[in-house]
């Protein structure tokens, strides 16, 4: 049982160029969450996906689209990126959907990605 | 709108010694949870605590212990005789339930304890 899976560990881009960020967890959650954590800040959620088939805009979608492949698994891309989007991106999720439970959400170890 | 504040952006204590990390939130529904996230320096972050907003009794669990109390909006963090492998971030958590059809969570910015030998 791996929990929440990312890859990659580390990357680093050229402004303007585009990549995915995978993201897989085995806990037939069905709720998938991205975040970004920036220095000397909490995270900020930039999508989820409270089921399959679904995804929401969160605080800081600009820059972002993502896609939810199947109930494992939650992708986020970025099409073009910018300075502005060096951070330390989280994938995390949770087993409750929609219906106003509110459930606690696991986190993967996180992606590193610097844009030069 | 969904506020947390953790105003301790760095502690530093002694091993043994006792701890508390604060945190004070703003919410405007009365049905909510709060979250406690520890965060060591190898980066991923650990879920610790989850308490929702009608129970208000206090929590140990080990060195840990958590005071909730909804007259000051606060959620705070005690280690009680701290040890090196505490040294972390902690983060604070919130998460309401009548705008929240995916569970989101607005996190405090964090606080960075020391816990030195």
């Known amino acids: 049982n791996a929990g929440v899976t990312q890859t990659p560990k580390f990357q680093v881009l050229k402004t303007g160029q585009s990549m995915t960020l995978q993201c897989a967890q085995d806990m037939n959650h069905n709720s998938m969450y991205w975040y970004r954590q920036d220095p000397g800040m909490g995270l900020r959620l930039i999508y989820y996906s409270a089921s399959e088939g679904t995804t929401d805009k969160g605080e800081v979608p600009n820059g972002y689209n993502v896609s939810r492949l199947n109930k494992r698994e939650f992708s986020l891309r970025l099409e073009s990126a910018a300075p502005s989007q060096t951070s330390v991106y989280f994938c995390a999720s949770s087993e409750a959907g929609t219906g106003g439970y509110t459930d606690t959400q696991y986190f993967g170890p996180g992606t590193r990605l610097t844009v030069l | 709108a969904q506020k947390v504040t953790q105003a301790q952006t760095e502690i530093s204590v002694v091993e043994k010694e006792d701890v508390t990390l604060d945190c004070v939130y703003e919410?405007?529904?009365?049905?909510?949870?709060l979250f406690w996230y520890k965060q060591p320096p190898s980066g991923e972050l650990v879920f610790l605590i989850r308490r929702n907003s009608f129970d208000e009794q206090n929590e140990i669990s080990g060195r840990y212990s958590w005071n909730f109390q909804k007259s000051t909006s606060s959620f705070n963090f005690t280690i009680t005789a701290s040890q090196v492998v505490d040294s972390a971030v902690y983060f604070c958590a919130l998460s309401d339930v009548v705008d929240n059809a995916g569970n989101m969570l607005t996190f405090g910015g964090g606080t960075r304890l020391m816990v030195k030998p």
């Open positions: 919410t405007r529904d009365t049905t909510y949870y």
